[in-house]
């Protein structure tokens, strides 16, 4: 079986054009957050991934296996609820309304630790009925899709396990001449 122990976040540095011609793994939302799985590659290779603990791949990135070939991975379209402002409340601003429900929405999904996926004008949670209700009656249109999932990486994850900078380059000596 194939190894793959490396994340390339979003194949960055790597030529799109083995990019474009890598195999690839699709894989759903609950294996991308696992960082040991098995998994079958577009050209029929078996493949076992084991990434460092706690990481998570998202749709785009690469993984290098230890025979150096590169695997694009997908996010496979699953059942997901796509939550959407209702329009049809008589508001004259319902946009204004629409963002501040949708608003509304992602902090009280916040609150319950939820994995969700933010959109400007739409969010995504995995399927649940009590969650659906309690949006429904936000006022909320609650849509059962099936659609790639990819919440927020959360306050403190870590997206793709490497180093992190944010190139902030404060300078605290503000004598300006």
Known sequence: MLQASKV???G?????VLVRRAATLTLDWDIRQKSRFDATASDGRQVGVFLPRGSVVRGGDVLLTQDGSL???????????RITPC????????????????MRAAYHLGNRHVPIELRPDHLKIEPDHVLADMLRAMHL??????EPFEPEGGAYG?????????GHGHDHDHHHG
């Not at 695997?71 to 609820?81: K, N």
């Not at 329009?87 to 949708?102: N, V």
């Not at 997206?159 to 944010?166: D, E, S």
């Open 8 to 10: 390339i976040p979003q």
């Open 12 to 16: 960055q540095g790597l030529a799109p």
């Open 71 to 81: 695997l694009r991975v997908l996010a496979a379209p699953q059942a997901v609820l």
């Open 87 to 102: 329009t049809d409340h008589g508001h004259h601003h319902s946009h204004d309304h629409g963002s501040f429900a949708l």
């Open 141 to 146: 249109n609650v849509t059962e899709v099936r």
């Open 158 to 166: 870590s997206h793709g396990g490497g180093a992190h900078h944010h």
